[in-house]
């Protein structure tokens, strides 16, 4: 199995997650969560991590991390690692404390940083830990509606900015964004990310394609480099899409769209003028074409096998 593909450079987003070996508990305990705060503090001052919103659940974690230095690997493996050595010292362990390595999708903060975070926030209540944001202990949310001074580490600037000139505008506006999506099955904005790896605009998965992958050695045993260097065109995957599904009408014309949208790396704007739809409705069918299929398991096979032969890996 090959190994996931990481981008890194200066002034870097990601959503970083990591789920325990077996899917076993990583916090059993309000010391381990407090500890694992404090390893979060201490990549802020020794590696100029910038924590912008997290969440501690039992067996996983998520975090909205930028990196100025572009270093993600480097913090990463002093979360991860610092955190496993405090768990195996206290429990008279030894070996993996994670499942593989950590996972990080690269974002595009201006386009999905407050999705993300709200994302993160209702991770409790989703879970079931919780039937409100506020009432979960170990997440960000408090320090975002004005709850909880948030520690000196922590920067909820960058998304309350987006929703009032004052603290107390802005707290009371984000809580709204936040709470008003309890109860309406807010798919992961994460479903959206290019070969698992990059959430962002076409033109912002192009350019750091442009950028970044195309320097990495072709021979790497990288699912999403051979993904994100083969990209079938909007006429190709028409044609698969028409040999696979037939003439069936609506839902043809849905996954075709869905999967422009995903692998062709075309602009919204030259997928929407081919099927004669706006730009921003290419990417809100592409999302509801996921909820769609997650519920038809026959379609998702269907779909699956589109891809397969189009020489990708699913998202």
């Given amino acids: 199995m090959g190994r996931q593909l990481r981008i890194e450079y200066p002034d870097a987003f990601y959503h970083v997650t990591a789920r325990g070996n077996e899917r076993k508990d990583v916090f059993k305990s309000e010391r381990d969560r407090i500890k694992f705060l404090e390893y979060l503090e201490s990549a ?45 010292t206290k429990r008279k362990r030894s070996g993996h404390l994670f499942q593989g390595r950590y996972k990080s999708i690269l974002v595009e903060a201006d386009e999905y940083a407050t999705e993300l975070s709200r994302y993160i926030h209702l991770n409790p209540v989703r879970a079931g830990a919780a039937a409100m944001p506020d009432k979960y202990k170990w997440s960000s949310y408090k320090n975002y509606i004005g709850r909880q001074e ?23 506006q984000y809580r709204s964004f936040v709470e008003d999506n309890i109860g309406k099955g807010q798919e992961s904005p994460l479903n959206s990310a290019v070969a698992a790896t990059i959430l962002g605009s076409a033109d912002f998965v192009a350019g750091i394609q442009e950028r970044y992958v195309t320097a990495i050695p072709s021979h790497r045993n990288l699912p999403a480099l051979r993904q994100l260097a083969n990209k079938p065109d909007i006429d190709q995957i028409i044609e698969t899409v028409r040999k696979g599904l037939g003439e069936n009408g609506r839902v043809a014309e849905k996954a075709a769209i869905h999967l422009c949208h995903i692998y062709s790396g075309a602009l919204l704007s030259e997928i929407g003028k081919r099927f004669g739809v706006k730009d921003s409705a290419v990417s809100q069918a592409s999302r509801r074409f996921i909820l769609e299929i997650e519920k038809d398991a026959e379609l998702k096979k269907k779909v699956g096998k589109l891809v397969k032969n189009m020489g990708l890996s699913n998202v």
């Avoid at 000196?152 to 004052?166: D, R, V, Y």
């Fill in 44 to 88: 802020v001052v020794r590696y100029g991590a910038v924590i912008h919103a997290w969440c501690l659940m039992n067996n996983h974690y998520h975090l909205l991390i930028e990196t100025p230095s572009g270093n993600l690997s480097q913090i990463m493996q002093h979360i991860n690692g610092a955190y496993t050595n405090y768990f195996n």
């Fill in 150 to 172: 948030a520690p000196k580490w922590l920067k909820t600037g960058f998304i309350l900015e987006q929703f009032g000139n004052s603290d107390a505008s802005a707290w009371m």
